[in-house]
Protein backbone atom coordinates (compact mmCIF):
# COMPACT_ATOMS: atom_id res chain seq x y z
CA UNK A 1 0.00 0.00 0.00
CA UNK A 2 1.51 3.36 -1.14
CA UNK A 3 1.55 6.26 1.09
CA UNK A 4 -0.85 9.19 0.55
CA UNK A 5 1.09 12.29 -1.16
CA UNK A 6 1.24 15.41 0.40
CA UNK A 7 -0.25 18.75 -0.47
CA UNK A 8 1.83 21.81 -0.66
CA UNK A 9 0.16 23.08 2.35
CA UNK A 10 1.40 19.66 4.57
CA UNK A 11 5.04 20.06 2.81
CA UNK A 12 5.28 23.51 4.27
CA UNK A 13 4.13 22.77 7.95
CA UNK A 14 6.95 20.16 8.21
CA UNK A 15 9.97 21.08 10.29
CA UNK A 16 12.92 19.09 11.12
CA UNK A 17 13.27 18.26 14.61
CA UNK A 18 15.40 20.49 16.64
CA UNK A 19 17.90 19.79 18.78
CA UNK A 20 16.09 19.15 22.19
CA UNK A 21 13.60 16.98 19.86
CA UNK A 22 16.81 15.14 19.61
CA UNK A 23 17.71 14.90 23.34
CA UNK A 24 14.24 14.01 24.42
CA UNK A 25 14.70 11.56 21.88
CA UNK A 26 17.88 10.04 22.89
CA UNK A 27 17.21 10.32 26.80
CA UNK A 28 13.73 8.37 26.08
CA UNK A 29 16.05 5.63 23.89
CA UNK A 30 18.55 5.24 27.08
CA UNK A 31 15.64 5.28 29.14
CA UNK A 32 14.62 1.96 27.50
CA UNK A 33 18.03 0.02 27.15
CA UNK A 34 18.54 -2.87 29.82
CA UNK A 35 18.99 -1.96 33.29
CA UNK A 36 22.36 -3.48 32.91
CA UNK A 37 23.26 -0.99 30.85
CA UNK A 38 21.85 1.72 32.27
CA UNK A 39 23.55 1.29 35.67
CA UNK A 40 27.39 1.10 33.48
CA UNK A 41 26.52 4.27 32.05
CA UNK A 42 25.48 6.36 35.25
CA UNK A 43 24.86 9.75 34.53
CA UNK A 44 26.09 10.23 30.90
CA UNK A 45 24.64 13.03 29.86
CA UNK A 46 23.48 13.39 25.93
CA UNK A 47 24.28 16.63 24.17
CA UNK A 48 22.88 17.45 20.44
CA UNK A 49 24.85 20.09 18.30
CA UNK A 50 23.67 20.77 14.95
CA UNK A 51 27.65 19.83 13.70
CA UNK A 52 30.81 18.29 14.81
CA UNK A 53 33.01 20.74 15.80
CA UNK A 54 37.04 20.58 14.17
CA UNK A 55 37.92 18.74 17.25
CA UNK A 56 35.86 15.83 16.97
CA UNK A 57 36.37 15.76 13.23
CA UNK A 58 40.29 15.68 14.21
CA UNK A 59 39.93 13.25 17.20
CA UNK A 60 37.88 10.34 14.72
CA UNK A 61 39.75 11.40 12.03
CA UNK A 62 36.63 12.37 10.25
CA UNK A 63 37.06 14.48 6.67
CA UNK A 64 33.25 14.76 6.34
CA UNK A 65 30.51 16.18 8.74
CA UNK A 66 28.29 14.20 7.24
CA UNK A 67 30.20 10.99 8.12
CA UNK A 68 30.01 11.58 12.08
CA UNK A 69 26.42 11.40 14.40
CA UNK A 70 27.92 10.60 17.26
CA UNK A 71 30.65 10.55 19.85
CA UNK A 72 31.30 9.15 23.03
CA UNK A 73 33.83 11.75 24.88
CA UNK A 74 35.90 11.13 27.73
CA UNK A 75 37.69 7.66 29.04
CA UNK A 76 35.72 4.58 28.51
CA UNK A 77 33.80 2.95 31.54
CA UNK A 78 36.72 -0.60 31.60
CA UNK A 79 40.33 1.86 31.53
CA UNK A 80 38.95 3.90 33.83
CA UNK A 81 38.13 1.45 36.36
CA UNK A 82 41.24 -0.30 35.81
CA UNK A 83 43.26 2.37 36.21
CA UNK A 84 40.71 3.61 39.28
CA UNK A 85 41.03 6.89 37.76
CA UNK A 86 38.08 9.73 38.02
CA UNK A 87 37.30 10.90 34.27
CA UNK A 88 39.59 13.67 33.28
CA UNK A 89 37.18 15.02 31.55
CA UNK A 90 33.28 15.18 31.76
CA UNK A 91 31.40 12.52 30.34
CA UNK A 92 29.47 13.42 27.27
CA UNK A 93 27.69 11.39 24.44
CA UNK A 94 27.46 14.30 21.52
CA UNK A 95 24.68 13.30 18.61
CA UNK A 96 25.23 15.71 15.67
CA UNK A 97 21.76 16.49 14.53
CA UNK A 98 22.43 17.07 10.82
CA UNK A 99 24.75 14.17 10.25
CA UNK A 100 21.65 11.89 11.93
CA UNK A 101 18.89 13.82 9.94
CA UNK A 102 20.41 13.09 6.53
CA UNK A 103 21.35 9.57 7.45
CA UNK A 104 17.90 9.51 8.64
CA UNK A 105 16.69 10.52 5.32
CA UNK A 106 19.24 8.31 2.71
CA UNK A 107 17.88 5.40 5.37
CA UNK A 108 14.13 6.34 4.66
CA UNK A 109 13.68 4.13 8.53
CA UNK A 110 12.32 5.86 11.76
CA UNK A 111 14.41 8.86 13.51
CA UNK A 112 14.12 6.85 16.71
CA UNK A 113 15.70 3.85 14.55
CA UNK A 114 18.90 6.28 13.59
CA UNK A 115 18.64 7.61 17.17
CA UNK A 116 19.29 4.21 18.86
CA UNK A 117 21.49 3.26 16.20
CA UNK A 118 23.86 6.23 17.05
CA UNK A 119 23.51 5.91 21.01
CA UNK A 120 24.32 2.20 20.80
CA UNK A 121 27.23 2.81 18.98
CA UNK A 122 28.45 5.54 21.02
CA UNK A 123 27.76 3.28 24.37
CA UNK A 124 29.69 0.18 23.14
CA UNK A 125 32.71 3.02 22.72
CA UNK A 126 31.93 3.93 26.46
CA UNK A 127 32.12 0.33 27.57
CA UNK A 128 35.29 0.37 26.02
CA UNK A 129 34.69 -1.40 22.59
CA UNK A 130 36.53 -0.25 19.51
CA UNK A 131 35.10 1.02 15.97
CA UNK A 132 34.71 -2.70 14.78
CA UNK A 133 32.69 -3.44 18.09
CA UNK A 134 30.35 -0.90 18.11
CA UNK A 135 29.41 -1.33 14.56
CA UNK A 136 28.84 -5.03 15.51
CA UNK A 137 26.24 -3.97 18.05
CA UNK A 138 24.46 -1.62 15.58
CA UNK A 139 24.02 -4.72 13.46
CA UNK A 140 26.98 -3.64 10.77
CA UNK A 141 29.89 -5.36 10.00
CA UNK A 142 32.91 -3.57 11.07
Do not use: N
Request: proline share 8%.
Amino acid sequence: MSRPALSLEQLAALRAPSADDLARLGERILADFPAEIRALLGAVPIRVEDWPDEAALLETECEDPLDLTGLYRAVPIGERHAQALPPSEPEMIFLYRLPILVEWAERGCSLEEVVFDVLAHEIAHHLGMDEEGALRVEGREG
